[in-house]
């Protein structure tokens, strides 16, 4: 055994995640301004997957980052035969800016790649947003909370504020003012009120029932909160826009507008926002045999056709927000997976919500029911902050929010 003495030097490794992060370890090695504004790309790197171009293309690329010194990877056959193929690109933050500025100077395919990867590589570093709603402003870059309040009589986390007898349901408004005030207090910014359950299996109402459920409710939190964003779940046009008359600020919306395309024309009117999310079938029967390809690709796909349908429809970005829909047409597997991968929402440069708590995916993996699941959520919510996500649509506020808060100071730290 050789007895190797080294002298007081000491070595440490980093793991560099942003420019700000970056810049931050610079400055604290005393490098100067100009220097960190210089080193600071250089030291984030980056891979993307690029699918469906050219294999004459997918060689340029190769070529290109070679010259800038780092790579691409691509198919064997597409090197030598033409085909569509998907690349793997690998290279630092400034390798990546100049690879975008040289395919600026190619044909009409790889000056489009070049705009998007130029866009994505913007927004995937961005650290705060600023959503709007109905003249309110939502500054999002520490954790916020959406608290859960569920007008229904057979939610799946059994929560639900509605009293099945008819003539004792003029408690419900009651019993939901309490509850959200408990959950102002606790630091929920904002509120979403559910007439209709979304679990699994779950039929839909009729709109007038879904009205009658979540109209009173959302008038008088409107009334005393008058500050909170109140959000209203759900996808049919008339009980959006009975909401929107009630005071609603958010359309919260499974469907991500493709139930009731109109939705748009009321989110204009009024100036609201939405939340957009992912899901595969609807609650009747999304959870019989999901399948993808990869979820995630599947859900960055969704993504990509959706925001073109709201942009192109008249929206603002500060008006959206993205859900991947954990739970709504996913396996254990699969959610597991969309938390791990959430990052890869990030290229869309919008606000991320995960709405994880109290789901069954929590209790296959723990084997907890649905009161005994916080701890999972806990857990749940606290890597999907790591991973990307901003807003936590929880049933438990005090809980999340406390976890949260330590989770983004010893990320910030």
């Excluded at 009729?206 to 005393?224: A, F, H, N």
């Excluded at 395309?261 to 045999?289: D, T």
Aim: hydrophobic letters at 40%; one cysteine or more.
């Amino acid at each position: 055994m050789i007895n190797v003495q080294f002298k007081m030097v000491r070595i440490v490794p980093l793991k560099i995640e942003s420019l700000r992060q970056a810049g931050q370890l610079l400055a604290g090695a005393g490098v100067s301004p100009a220097g960190i504004a210089i080193i600071s790309p250089k030291s984030v790197n980056l891979a993307f997957k690029i699918s469906g171009i050219k294999s004459w293309e997918a060689n340029i690329l190769k070529q290109s980052l070679l010259s800038l010194g780092s790579d691409a990877g691509i198919e064997r056959a597409a090197l030598v035969k033409d085909k569509k193929t998907d690349v793997i690109i690998l290279g630092s933050l400034s390798q990546l800016n100049k690879l975008c500025k040289r395919l600026k100077e190619q044909p009409s395919g790889l000056k489009e790649l070049s705009l998007k990867l130029s866009l994505s590589l913007r927004d995937f570093f961005k650290e705060e947003f600023k959503f709007c709603a109905r003249g309110k402003t939502l500054k999002i870059k520490k954790p916020i909370i959406c608290g859960i309040i569920n007008v229904t009589d057979d939610s799946f986390s059994g929560d639900g504020l509605l009293n099945p007898i008819p003539d004792r349901r003029s408690q419900t408004t009651d019993l939901a003012l309490k509850k959200a005030g408990g959950m102002v207090k606790a630091g929920a910014r904002i509120l979403d009120v559910g007439g209709e359950s979304s679990r699994p299996g779950a039929s839909p109402i009729d709109e007038k029932e879904e009205i009658k459920r979540v109209v009173p409710v959302l008038r008088m939190l409107r009334k005393e909160f008058p500050g909170i964003f109140i959000s209203v779940d759900t996808y049919k046009y008339k009980v959006a826009r009975a909401a929107a008359g009630a005071g609603a600020d958010i359309i919260n919306d499974i469907t991500a507008l493709r139930h009731s395309p109109r939705i748009i024309s009321l989110l204009k009117k009024y100036k609201m926002g939405c939340v957009l999310m992912h899901m595969k079938g609807s609650p009747r029967n999304m959870q019989v045999n999901p399948v993808y390809r990869d979820v995630m690709e599947s859900i960055v796909d969704f993504f990509n056709e959706r925001l073109n349908f709201a942009y192109a429809g008249g929206l603002a970005p500060e008006q959206i927000i993205i859900d991947p829909g954990i739970g709504f047409g996913k396996t254990l597997e699969h959610n597991l997976k969309i938390i791990k991968e959430l990052y890869k929402l990030k290229i869309f440069g919008l606000p991320i919500l995960l709405g994880a708590s109290r789901k069954s995916f929590i209790g296959r993996v723990i084997g907890a029911g649905e009161d005994k699941r916080l701890t999972g959520t806990l857990a749940a919510n606290v890597v999907s902050l790591t991973r990307g996500a901003g807003i936590f649509r929880v049933h438990d506020v005090k809980e999340a929010k406390d976890a949260l808060a330590v989770a983004y100071e010893i990320m910030g730290s």
